[in-house]
């Protein structure tokens, strides 16, 4: 019985033998295998399966498909913000003017093109509301000035009273309020058209003894991009900081759709 | 015709403002201000005291309708 055990012990053991044999075999070739993958003439002394070429190429296609998802993603956002301007809609307010500024020069709109603009639409006999506008909107001009990184803002002021204001007077108008402003004016016909143009109702009041009338009209303050489009406005109950932090909004979302890559 | 300039404008809003002000102490008793009134007539082009006066009209239901509140139209109609 006890040399049917140790005989037994021995196959079993013998078998064990040609077990780890084969397995140490298969070890051998494998890495074999892996060594032959590697560069011909390296023998592969101390190199696992991730040389530094590899990683160098993986980080690069990595990278690449990393930006390529950026840039895809960022094109979306434009798209995306494209897309709401157009479904909602441009108003269609401003446009194409020709008129005399203060010192008797003729200016297109066009030669506004490149640089924000904010337009005030008034007149000099204004009794307070002129006034009191024109004064916020040179406020909203100083402090955005103030900061080098935000783009120039040109303030207008355009009348709605073309029979008196000549621009001459203009002149003399718009020099009480800031050196900055740009007056505007010119014969009846334009600055109708004009008015037209950006949805500007005025309407000359009876004449009294003096010959002196009040023009009723629109208090709207328009905010003109560097396409001549216009882009928001400011109605008489918007303060100061308000505006200004709109303007900047304004700005910010132009940049925005201009900045394309590559 | 010239425009009332700066200084003009800041007389007139002044001048404005006193009257106002006198018509505020006064519950709005036109004869006890006419010193003033008088002055503000002086001080501004005939127009814009018309523009003022219209004005001062205009706030004065604005702040009643705010504070006292309104009779809503639907109630008049049932």
């Not at chain 1, 006034?131 to 040109?154: A, G, H, M, R, T």
């Not at chain 2, 106002?20 to 102490?25: I, P």
């Amino acid at each position: 019985m006890s040399s049917f055990l140790t005989k037994l012990n021995r196959v079993l053991c013998s078998r064990n033998i040609v077990i780890s044999s084969i397995k140490k075999d298969d070890l051998c070739l494998v890495r074999s295998k892996s060594f032959s993958t590697g560069t011909g003439s390296n023998t592969g002394k101390g190199k696992g399966p991730v040389t530094w070429k590899s990683v160098g190429i993986t980080a690069c296609i990595g990278g690449g498909l990393l930006m390529y998802m950026q840039y895809l993603k960022a094109a979306k956002e434009q798209k995306i913000l494209r897309e709401r301007q157009r479904a909602l809609g441009k108003a269609s307010i401003g446009g194409h003017f020709e008129l005399t500024d203060h010192n008797k020069k003729k200016r297109k709109s066009d030669e506004f093109l490149g640089q924000w603009i904010l337009i005030y639409f008034g007149f000099t006999h204004c009794p307070d509301v002129c006034p009191d506008e024109l004064e916020k909107i040179v406020q909203v001009v100083n402090k955005l000035d103030q900061d080098s990184s935000v783009p120039k803002i040109q303030p207008i002021f355009i009348t709605v009273d073309p029979v008196r204001d000549t621009p001459e007077v203009v002149g003399q108008y718009i020099k009480e309020f800031s050196p900055k402003l740009i007056g505007l004016t010119g014969n009846v016909e334009e600055v109708e058209k004009v008015c037209r143009a950006y949805r500007v109702y005025f309407s000359a009041g009876p004449r009294d003894r003096d010959d002196d009338y009040i023009v009723d009209h629109t208090i709207i303050t328009y905010l003109v991009n560097p396409d001549g489009q216009f882009v928001d406005y400011y109605g008489q109950t918007k303060k100061v900081d308000e505006i200004c932090d709109s303007i900047l909004i304004n700005i910010a979302k132009y940049g925005q759709l201009q900045s394309s890559w590559f | 015709m010239s425009f009332p300039n700066k200084g003009d404008r800041d007389k007139c809003w002044t001048a404005r403002d006193r009257y106002w002000e006198c018509l505020d102490l006064n519950l709005e008793e036109r004869e006890r201000c006419l010193k003033q009134r008088q002055v503000y007539e002086s001080s501004c082009p005939a127009q814009w005291v018309k523009h003022f006066d219209r004005k001062r009209t205009y706030l004065k239901f604005k702040d009643r309708i705010e504070k006292e509140g309104y009779e809503p139209l639907s109630e008049e109609k049932s």
